[in-house]
C-alpha cells in the first residue's frame, strides 16, 4: 500500500486543520491506520490510531480530546482532523499503516510497516 499525507499548514493557536492520507494500492481497510507527528529535534511520537477490529480509536493524551481520527472506505483515506490547535503541535506529521489486527489493541510505530511522507503543520501566532 502507497500512503499519501497532505492538508498540513500553517494555523493560529486555537485554529484547526485536516489532515487527509490516501491510500493506493491495497484497500486499507486491510490495514489499521495511524498518525504520528516528528518535532525538529525531537523523536517521532505516536498521535492517533484507528483499529478496524471494533472500530477502536487512541490517542496520545496531548491531543485526546481535541484530534478525531477517522476513515472513509469508499475513498480509501483517512482523516485527522486536528482543533484547538497549540504551537506544541508543530510538527511534520506522518500517516502509516499496519496490517489489521484481529482484535484492538495500542500498536507501537514498529509494528507499522509503510509510511506516508509526511505533512508539515506548522501553529503560530
Known amino acids: 500500500v502507497q500512503l499519501q499525507a497532505s492538508g498540513g499548514g500553517s494555523a493560529q493557536p486555537g485554529g484547526s486543520l485536516r489532515l487527509f492520507c490516501a491510500a493506493s494500492?491495497?484497500?486499507?481497510?486491510?490495514?489499521?491506520m495511524g498518525w504520528f507527528r516528528q518535532a525538529p529535534g525531537k523523536e517521532r511520537e505516536f498521535v492517533a490510531q484507528?483499529?478496524?477490529?471494533?472500530?477502536?480509536?487512541y490517542y496520545a493524551d496531548s491531543v485526546k480530546g481535541r484530534f478525531t481520527i477517522s476513515g472513509d472506505n469508499a475513498k480509501n483515506t483517512v482523516y485527522l482532523q486536528m482543533n484547538s490547535l497549540k504551537p506544541e503541535d508543530t510538527a511534520v506529521y506522518y500517516c502509516?499503516?499496519?496490517?489489521?489486527?484481529?482484535?484492538?489493541?495500542?500498536?507501537?510505530?514498529?509494528?507499522?510497516?509503510?509510511w506516508g511522507q509526511g505533512t508539515q503543520v506548522t501553529v503560530s501566532s
Open positions: 502509516a499503516a499496519s496490517f489489521r489486527s484481529p482484535y484492538p489493541r495500542l500498536k507501537s510505530s514498529n509494528e507499522y510497516a509503510y
Open positions: 494500492g491495497r484497500t486499507f481497510i486491510y490495514y489499521d
Open positions: 484507528i483499529i478496524w477490529s471494533g472500530g477502536t480509536v
